[in-house]
């Protein structure tokens, strides 16, 4: 015990302590070496001396043996060969630090002279040539950043090959891992991050209690700035916010005051990430040169000192004369993210001037910071930023030219939430969930017991394919071997990258909040041994690994910035250029599959698809038709009919065409009529129609075993812009409350995949048949309902003929968008009553007065015995009944009616059609 009051004293420690040699890997049953002693090498960077707390000033001297060379933190190193053959350093360093380490190993030993500092390498001679690449981009690093900070604060700097496989960056040095020293981004970004931290963190301490800053300028003037050089600074700030997206929670989030260093992503995306962002909200609010000049002042002012976020603020104040607590408070002490929307954004013409109005609103909380706003026209950009600092804000641009688009924050110069459309799916989003999944496929639980150890570590539930549920794939992200059923059903058919283990990451067909990874290896070992790598790859969407080697990583395209269409640059085709349709159907004469897309109740519509077969048909008489309007079950009705077996009424009666399509036959009757008439087959597209309304109440997960069945074995359910489209029309239908999109999504998609299937059936087993498709022009706009999945089937070449109607004429739409002029029809005749049918009788539910019916003297409530003698038992029969019957025909209609009193009387009336 030291006595207070006196004075210095010494206190003389003397201790021994022994390490084991460097592992293969570094690594000892788990745990990372952090000191080893052996004949390798010797690396001893954590606690391995009696630690004295605070700055100090350390002397050491070591022994090391024959052929070693030793680093540690010093100005001076002097080397005394002795008698015995060890050699005994000496390191003299004259600033305080926190503590010193020992490295040493059989080096070979490069050294350069550059201005006032010695550059050295110690590389192990297996990587010595590597030297004088590490000598030449050290020298650039030192003059950028003397440039842009000020003068590097030692006599020395030597880049040392660490035994170990892990980096450090030590006052004078810098430790690069043994295996990673090869790789070439080491020198090109790593190695400078390592240099600028003999400035920060090597020579100004970061104050660790307050939160450690010295990460997060690093990178941001490291890593960030060599992207910003390339133009790709952008990119480096999305990828930032996309991996704070992906891992950061409310419940894991915390304050840059509280970060000390890096332990998991979750810690480097705030301590690292969102750090370098601050810096850069910083530099943008102070403007670049004030912020480089605020940098200068805080290093020269904290010099060989711990320096805190506090000291970072005082610098900045004084250089830029301005106020910024609430800028410290805000992002050092605050946490997450801005979270704005863009609302409301329109046009005001002034003469020739146009204003383009919008709102910002700040959703759940209210932050203060620069927006940058740039404004697309047809001639270029406008840019502008707005300082925002309420919950919402009423902006304006004005212009001369024609506005086009709104980008806000187009090159991420804020700290916010990601837009769904400027996310990609990731890997990171899967291993940052919440709720993550490894689906172990059906009866393959034996083969999957060895991915045990990877799911535990990565914090995986396992769950059985056939237990995942629709809640599961709505409420997680999950991990998902490709030949599984389940993959089938959610993307169909996918062509995993060749290799031997890829992944793809998909959005969940139900939350772009929620990712999907599908992976194929060859067995479940290997995809273990990938497994325990993708997590270095977080940021991307597909990885291939072939022979230990990632040979390809890519990101899907996201959309830069959040977009407001203002006005669509208004297009057109010069009018020469439209055809006669019989040029149209030239065109499309040599594709295998010809879809013409109607609007239903459109007579002209239907016309046109008669010409499209007859012409089609007197080229090649191969020719089938499919049609939406029969459901696959009665495909053997309409076979007999066009085979002349059964004739008009049995066929509509049998293929319950009035139970199952609403509209007049009249509409169709001409194509089937051709169809018989020259034996072309018509194939029964659809399924059936209960199936597709059980889905969309209740999910696929309502069908019974026995409506599985019908439903075809693959579904994909990611076209995105198909889904959007959909959304459109499934939020202008009056729905009752509780109806759920994704099972109104799900039912769209059962309904094209049947049809698609249905008809790619017909095809494999008639590879030689053309095929007109006729179906509702829904189905096929942009090619999404059903062209593009039979496609996805068959690889089969198709056109896309569209009736014009109310879809915009966009690129892509169709191959053909036709405009025919309406064509009057012979509609069938109606009796003007509404009729309901219940086992075997058919009732008037109501009449209305002025309709032929109803001034013929029919009732509600009387019962419809028959038509011109023929007995009636259902509505079809009635409507069958009327097909044959033409407007000013007088039917004889018998009922029967209740009278009051006197019981059933049957009566009998003429109805004039
Ligand atoms: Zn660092």
């Keep these: 015990m030291i006595k207070a009051g006196t004075g210095p004293r010494v206190v003389n420690i003397t201790y021994a302590v022994s390490y084991a040699p460097a592992g293969p890997t570094g690594r000892e049953e788990g745990i990372e070496q952090a000191n080893v002693v052996g004949p390798e090498g010797i690396a001893l960077t954590g606690t391995w001396y009696p630690f004295i707390e605070g700055l100090a000033v350390f002397r050491l001297r070591a022994l090391l043996p024959r052929g070693f060379e030793g680093i540690s933190e010093a100005d001076d190193v002097s080397v005394k060969e002795r008698p015995d053959g060890l050699r005994e350093f000496s390191f003299a360093f004259d600033h305080p630090v926190d503590g010193i380490s020992l490295v040493a190993g059989k080096y070979r030993v490069r050294t350069v002279r550059h201005k006032a500092v010695d550059i050295l390498t110690f590389f192990f001679p297996e990587e010595e040539e590597l030297g004088g690449k590490y000598l030449e981009y050290t020298k650039r690093y030192l003059d950028f950043y003397e440039d842009l900070i000020g003068p590097y604060p030692f006599r020395r700097f030597a880049v040392v090959e660490n035994i170990l496989p892990t980096g450090y960056s030590m006052p004078t040095f810098t430790l690069l891992g043994r295996d990673v020293v090869r790789l070439p981004f080491i020198v090109e970004t790593s190695l400078g991050h390592e240099i600028l931290h003999q400035w920060f963190g090597n020579s100004v301490y970061a104050d660790r209690t307050s939160g450690n800053w010295a990460e997060g300028l690093t990178t941001y003037l490291a890593d960030h700035q060599y992207e910003e050089m390339k133009e790709k600074g952008w990119e480096y700030r999305k990828q930032t916010l996309l991996s704070f997206r992906s891992y950061i929670t409310p419940e894991n989030d915390f304050s840059l005051k509280d970060f000390t260093s890096r332990t998991d992503r979750a810690t480097a995306s705030v301590g690292y990430g969102k750090t370098a962002m601050v810096f850069h909200m910083l530099q943008q609010e102070l403007g670049a040169d004030t912020f480089v000049r605020a940098l200068r002042e805080f290093y020269s002012k904290n010099l060989f000192s711990r320096a805190s976020w506090a000291d970072i603020q005082k610098a900045c104040e004084e250089v830029s004369g301005s106020d910024l607590a609430w800028f410290f408070k805000q992002w050092v002490e605050g946490k997450g993210a801005v979270n704005i929307q863009v609302r409301d954004a329109m046009i005001r013409y002034e003469g020739t001037l146009a204003r383009v109005f919008f709102d910002i609103e700040q959703k759940e909380r209210t932050d203060r910071f620069l927006l940058p706003v740039v404004l697309r026209t047809d001639k270029g950009e406008i840019r502008k930023t707005f300082r925002i600092d309420k919950e919402s804000a009423a902006l304006e641009i004005e212009t001369e030219e024609n506005p086009r688009e709104l980008l806000i924050d187009r090159d991420y110069d804020l700290f916010r939430t990601l837009s769904n459309d400027e996310t990609a799916p990731v890997i990171s989003a899967i291993l940052g969930d ?36 629709y809640d599961d794939i709505r409420g997680s992200s999950m991990l998902v071997p490709a030949d599984t059923a389940l993959v089938k059903r959610l993307y169909a058919r996918l062509d995993m990258p060749e290799g031997d283990f890829s992944i793809v990451t998909k959005f969940s067909p139900y939350s772009v909040q929620k990712c999907i990874g599908i992976i194929h290896a060859a067995s479940a070992v290997v995809m273990e041994d990938y497994l ?16 230990g080697r990632n040979i390809e ?36 004469s040599g594709k295998d599959i010809v879809y013409v897309g109607e609007y239903h109740d459109r007579f002209d519509n239907h016309r046109v698809q008669l010409q499209v077969i007859r012409e089609l048909y007197q080229r090649n008489s191969n020719l089938a038709i499919g049609m939406e309007m029969f459901q696959q079950p ?98 202008g239908h009056a729905s009752p409350e509780g109806r759920n999109f994704d099972f109104f999504y799900q039912s769209q998609v059962l309904w094209d995949e049947s049809m698609a299937h249905n008809l790619n059936d017909f095809l494999a087993k008639n590879p030689g048949s053309q095929v007109v498709v006729l179906a509702g022009a829904g189905h096929m706009i942009y090619g999404s309902g059903i062209p593009k999945r039979a496609y996805r089937l068959n690889r089969r070449e198709y056109a896309v003929i569209l009736n014009s109607g109310s879809e915009e004429i966009d690129k892509n739409v169709a191959d053909f968008v036709l405009f025919p002029a309406a064509v009057p029809f012979m509609e069938t005749p109606k009796l003007g009553v509404q009729l309901t049918d219940d086992a075997g009788t058919v009732t008037i ?27 009636m038992e259902a509505v079809e029969d009635v409507k069958i009944h009327l097909l044959y019957r033409k407007k000013g025909d007088a039917v004889s209609v018998k009922v029967k009616r209740k009278r009051f009193l006197f019981g059933d009387t049957e009566m009998e009336f003429k109805v004039v059609l």
Excluded: C
């Design 434 to 469: 919440k709720k993550r999944l490894f689906v172990i496929p059906d009866e393959k639980e034996e083969e999957y017991k060895g991915l045990t150890g990877f799911l535990t570590a990565n914090g995986f539930t396992e769950k059985k394919e056939a237990e995942v549920t």
């Design 532 to 547: 325990q790598r993708i997590t270095h790859y977080g940021k991307y969407t597909t990885l291939v690994f072939k022979d």
């Design 553 to 588: 990583k890519s990101i899907e395209a996201s959309e830069r910035g959040m977009g407001m269409l203002l006005s669509a640059e208004v297009r057109g085709v010069g009018v020469p250029q439209l055809e006669p349709l019989s040029k149209i159907i030239d065109a499309v």
């Design 634 to 731: 009665f495909q053997k009705v309409l076979d007999d009919y066009i085979g002349g077996v059964i004739d008009e009424r049995t066929f509509l009666k049998k293929s319950e065409y009035f139970k199952r399509w609403s509209f007049d036959y009249n509409l169709y009757r001409e194509i089937l009529l051709f169809a018989r008439e020259n034996k072309i087959p018509v194939i029964a597209l659809n399924i059936r129609k209960e199936i597709v309304s059980k889905v969309s109440k209740n999910g696929i997960r309502a069908l019974s075993p026995e409506d599985l069945k019908e439903v075809p074995g693959e579904m994909d359910l990611s076209d995105r812009e198909y889904k959007e489209r959909l959304r459109e029309a499934f939020a």
């Design 845 to 871: 539910a109501a009449v209305s007065p002025e309709s032929a019916g109803g001034k013929a003297g029919l009732k509600g409530e009387d019962v419809i015995v028959s038509l011109d003698g023929e007995k």
